[in-house]
């Protein structure tokens, strides 16, 4: 089983990078929160050595056992930030009154404001920024993990559009994108995942901008999580449109059944199908829309060499194929 999810897997474990915990959640956040706000090592080892150049095999995605998207699901929420003026912090108090609630915030309040200069739908965005010189999610990006009723699978669509000169790093490129989704107590940051402490699937940039979908299940090959090509480089100045969907695996007798899987689409084509996939052998779902986007990294050489940002609009989580995703093709 660990071949068919391995076939569109990078593995991360050969890079050398040693992480420092820079044990950086805030004293309100939940120590099971706490872990994964901190993240100190993926990124530390993402891009970090000579390997990270190395692509997966780009498109060999297997036919699979997924089942096909979901035309009739609904809605479970949305923005489109509109409803707020230009230039409005949005801490979590915006983000509740569009009815996303958020266990806390890192950066929301101070680096995530609307923006009017240019918006996927309407007249506005969110605009997320990561300030030269930091790594981080106490001084670069947002996170906030938003609550969702526990299901097997939930989709989850953004509108990403990376600012002209983005920098995606100094000598080492990694950082996180956007919304991802989690469950239990989200395993990732360098945790070993053992069926009862949750999963994350978050996605990611790397070197030279190259787009993955990053991902802690029970079986990741190395202290990390697993990354899977998504078959993007992120551009810069243009929207472009990422669906995630994520389905937790079956569980019998206290066993983790091999039938969890990840699947990203890229402007409306399915680029990543990820399958045989372990996250828990507990009662764990999808609990958290997380979104989890900074800089870095263990070190400041992962830090931009320019103030940076990153522009988000019509937010989506769904049970179905999403309404404001691009046209599934
Ligand atoms: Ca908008």
């Not at 890079?15 to 901190?38: E, F, K, R, Y």
């Not at 937010?315 to 179905?320: D, H, N, R």
């Amino acid at each position: 089983m660990r071949g068919m999810s391995a076939v569109t897997v990078v593995l991360l474990a050969a890079l050398t990078a040693c992480a420092t915990d820079d044990g950086g959640a805030p004293a309100q956040v939940p120590s099971s929160a706490a872990v994964a706000a901190a993240e100190p090592g993926f990124a530390a080892g993402l891009g970090a050595g000579p390997s990270e150049s190395a692509s997966p095999s780009p498109s060999a995605t297997p036919s699979t056992s997924t089942a096909p998207p979901v035309r009739d699901g609904k809605t479970i929420l949305a923005t489109d930030f509109e409803r707020a003026a230009a230039g409005t912090a949005y801490g979590k108090g915006q983000w509740t009154s569009d009815g996303w609630n958020a266990r806390w915030e890192l950066g929301m309040s101070t680096r995530a404001r609307v923006d009017a200069a240019t918006a996927h739908s309407g007249s506005r965005a969110l605009r997320v920024d990561y300030p030269k010189g930091t790594i981080g999610p106490e001084d670069s990006g947002a996170q906030a993990p938003f609550t969702l009723e526990p299901r097997r699978s939930y989709y989850v669509s953004q509108w990403v559009r990376f600012g002209p000169g983005f920098s995606f790093g100094t000598t080492n490129f990694a950082g996180k994108v956007g919304l991802g989704l989690a469950g239990g107590d989200s395993c990732s940051g360098g945790q070993a995942c053992d069926g009862t402490n949750g999963f994350s699937s978050r996605l990611i940039w790397g070197r030279d901008g190259k787009a993955s979908i990053y991902y802690y299940s029970m079986d990741h090959e190395s202290q990390y999580g697993d990354a899977a090509d998504i078959r993007l480089t992120w551009p810069q100045d243009r929207w472009v449109n990422v669906v995630q969907r994520l389905t937790v695996n079956t569980v019998s007798g206290g066993t983790a059944n091999p039938d969890g899987a990840i699947e990203v689409w890229v402007d409306g084509v399915r680029t990543a199908n990820v399958t045989g996939l372990r996250f828990v052998s507990n009662g764990d779902q999808v609990d958290s829309a997380y979104f989890s986007s900074f800089a870095g990294g263990g070190d400041t050489t992962f830090a931009p060499t320019a103030d940076s940002h990153i522009l988000y609009d019509d937010l989506e989580v769904s049970t179905g194929w999403p309404a404001t995703a691009a046209p599934l093709t």
